[in-house]
């Protein structure tokens, strides 16, 4: 269980159009997809919190009229890079988190998807 | 905010030895401390996970060990193999809230 998928796995763009990135839970439901951005031998940077149903929060730094987030369903988050530009040039990984109660024990746990990199020309 | 530290950021070790990483964190209201291992080209995969009402856990040869006084949590692989060589990030949490990862630490077994 916990699957998360992502799509495209890789992708290959002009620079000043855009590329959308799908993020999908396949065995669950997630209220709360997470999107980060990870540079070569770098950790995660956690680019926003997707909410089902409500506008993404972004973190400091990244812009929103960039990186537009739609998060429509229970199963889906989309990611799209508007007039991406070779800076753009990325690994992007979703993950997506499950919550809920194990007897008396709440828990917290996220599940990634397999990345998409993304190369911008 | 939460500030998770990572060390080493490499680590070589010969096939069958152990491996060793360590991460502290600032904020004691942490509750969960997972382990992913990241294989190039992929996403991060869950491989052990603590919470905070535990000191100790282990899965066949990988155990994680939690000191909440000190803030420190740490990932031990025994029994290293070649398969285990990839980039290992920890990562720290309070309930409902977002993950704050380690800077990764690459792990290189050699046969």
């Known amino acids: 269980g916990a699957v998360v998928s992502q799509h495209p796995s890789w992708v290959i763009c002009k620079s000043g159009t855009s590329v959308k990135i799908e993020c999908r839970s396949l065995?669950?439901?997630?209220?709360?997809m997470f999107w980060y951005r990870q540079f070569p031998k770098q950790s995660l940077m956690l680019m926003a919190t997707s909410n089902e149903g409500s506008k993404a929060t972004y973190e400091q730094g990244v812009e929103k009229d960039k990186f537009l987030i739609n998060h429509a369903s229970l199963t889906l988050s989309t990611l799209t890079v508007t007039s991406a530009h070779p800076e753009d040039s990325s690994f992007y990984i979703c993950?997506?988190?499950?919550?809920?109660?194990?007897?008396?024990?709440?828990?917290?746990?996220?599940?990634f998807g397999p990345g998409t990199r993304l190369t911008v020309l | 905010g939460e500030n998770v530290e990572q060390h080493p950021s490499t680590l070589s070790v010969q096939e069958g030895d152990s491996a060793v990483i360590k991460c502290t964190y600032s904020?004691?209201?942490?509750?969960?401390f997972p382990w992913y291992k990241q294989e190039l080209g992929k996403g991060p995969q869950l491989i052990i996970d603590?919470?905070?009402?535990?000191g100790e856990k282990k899965d066949q040869r990988i155990a994680v060990t939690l000191n909440k006084t000190a803030k420190h949590f740490s990932l031990h692989i025994t029994e290293t193999q070649p398969e285990d060589s990839a980039v290992y990030f920890c990562?720290?949490?309070?309930?409902?809230?977002?993950?704050?990862f380690g800077t990764g630490t690459s792990l290189t077994v050699i046969p």
């Open positions: 990562a720290a949490s309070k309930t409902g809230n977002q993950f704050y």
């Open positions: 993950s997506a988190r499950v919550t809920g109660l194990a007897g008396l024990r709440s828990y917290n746990e996220q599940f």
């Open positions: 904020d004691s209201a942490s509750n969960y």
């Open positions: 065995d669950f439901q997630a209220t709360t």
């Open positions: 603590i919470r905070s009402n535990v």
